[in-house]
């Protein structure tokens, strides 16, 4: 990881956090607990997001009020800012050695990949701090945490308003196959391949109206079965039950929709193009989810994501073994009995049964009628529609240096 900034705002950290940590000695417990960071959308009321500065200020903020929280500086942007991974645990695992080493289940969690979905981030940066110092530190006792707060800064700052893509212009969620870009490299090569995390989050605005957070586990086809089950089984209903403790509704990612020859309602979802996080690290025998909050207050927006996290946090760390078995059971299952068919192309289709969602439908007059209970399919499902005899190795010409470069970058063997 490099261990050189140049970014202004970090600079500025450094050379008061010395300073600011002395001062922080003085201060008893008590006080602290009454006068916890605040983000700086908090600050202004929700009236805005927190912008670049006031993110590294605060994460260094409340890391320096704890031993539960190291900052790492990932990578830099094109437009000179750090991207940080806050590790948190009860001790911290300073290595991937030692999150191993500790037994516990690491889940890693990456916000704001699209410049302009601000909920995770928001809701992200409240989850560090309670974790680190509020009701929540117990958790650290029985799970590894790793958090990007904000994966895509140039497209959170961007002006007149944040954007979608990065400074170059790349949508970085379509990112994770050919690397182009260093913050989703640093993903995948620093993080995932080095961390070897048992769940990977990737948070979102988008999703379906009145609930408030959508959610999705890796939908290829080729993804283990049994860490899918679990994902959109037990997993699924805990973080659901979580939910609704606080007020709050949750679903399947993404909309109602009708079929344009029954006219029957059914639920929708994305592709499984493994170029993107959900299909990516699904692939790594990893239970990777998209977590999408529809909309609402920014204020709502950060309480839907952060609680969704807690709640999925919370079920981790009440199953942590059962996780880790069918995690190691998944990757032991690639490595000696890899299926003997590999799939090469998918079809969309439908769990058994039909499900009740809310729906809501286009008005004559324009708009939309409010929502209301309906039943139908759920077709969150992808299933195999071609496949081909797996070989025993695959071989390419010798001077294709930049295709073996890239495999091996995703620590794929190649010899030559």
Not at 5 to 12: A, L, Q, Y
Not at 17 to 38: H, I
Not at 184 to 194: F, G, T
Request: aromatic share 8%; hydrophobic share 35%.
């Amino acid at each position: 990881m490099p261990t050189q900034t140049f970014d202004p705002v970090v600079r500025r950290i450094h050379i008061l956090l010395g300073a600011a940590a002395l001062l922080l000695l003085t201060v008893a417990g008590s006080a602290r607990a009454q006068d916890l960071p605040q983000t700086g959308a908090e600050r202004a009321n929700w009236s805005r997001h927190t912008n670049h500065r006031e993110l590294v200020e605060f994460l260094f903020e409340v890391q320096s009020r704890t031993d539960n929280m190291l900052i790492r500086e990932l990578t830099t942007t094109a437009e000179g800012r750090t991207v940080f991974l806050v590790i948190l645990g009860d001790p911290p695992a300073a290595t991937p050695g030692t999150a191993w080493l500790s037994g516990k289940p690491t889940v890693f969690i990456v916000q704001n990949v699209h410049g302009g979905e601000l909920s995770g981030r928001e809701g992200g940066l409240q989850l560090i701090r309670e974790l680190a110092l509020g009701e929540l530190r117990p958790l650290l006792e029985k799970v590894n945490l790793l958090i990007i707060p904000s994966i895509n800064p140039d497209g959170a700052n961007h002006q007149p308003r944040p954007s979608r893509a990065n400074s170059l212009g790349y949508d970085m969620n379509r990112d994770y196959v050919v690397m182009e870009t260093p913050e989703i490299s640093s993903v995948v090569e620093d993080v995932l391949l080095r961390w070897w995390p048992d769940v990977h989050i990737d948070t979102h605005n988008g999703g379906s109206r009145p609930y408030n957070l959508t959610y999705q586990a890796t939908l290829h086809p080729a993804a283990d079965r049994d860490l899918v089950a679990f994902a959109n089984g037990p997993m699924y209903e805990a973080v659901k039950a979580h939910m609704e403790s606080q007020g709050l509704m949750l679903f399947f990612y993404s909309g109602p929709d009708r079929d344009s020859e029954t006219g029957q309602w059914y639920w929708r979802t994305t592709d499984p193009l493994l170029r993107k996080q959900h299909s990516y690290s699904g692939f790594q025998n990893m239970v990777a989810l998209l977590y999408e909050c529809p909309g609402g207050s920014l204020d709502l927006q950060a309480t839907s994501q952060r609680e969704g996290q807690e709640g999925l946090i919370r079920f981790v760390a009440d199953n942590a073994q059962e996780l880790r078995r069918l995690i190691m059971q998944a990757r032991r299952r690639t490595v000696k009995r890899a299926s003997d068919q590999v799939t090469i192309d998918w079809e969309q289709s439908a769990y058994p049964g039909e499900v009740e969602f809310y729906a809501s439908e286009r008005l004559p007059e324009g708009g939309r009628s409010d929502p209301k209970l309906v039943t139908g399919k759920n077709r969150t499902l992808y299933v195999p529609s071609a496949t081909r005899t797996r070989p025993w190795a695959y071989a390419f010409a010798g001077n294709l240096h930049k295709v073996a470069k890239l495999l091996r970058r995703h620590a794929i063997e190649v010899e030559c």
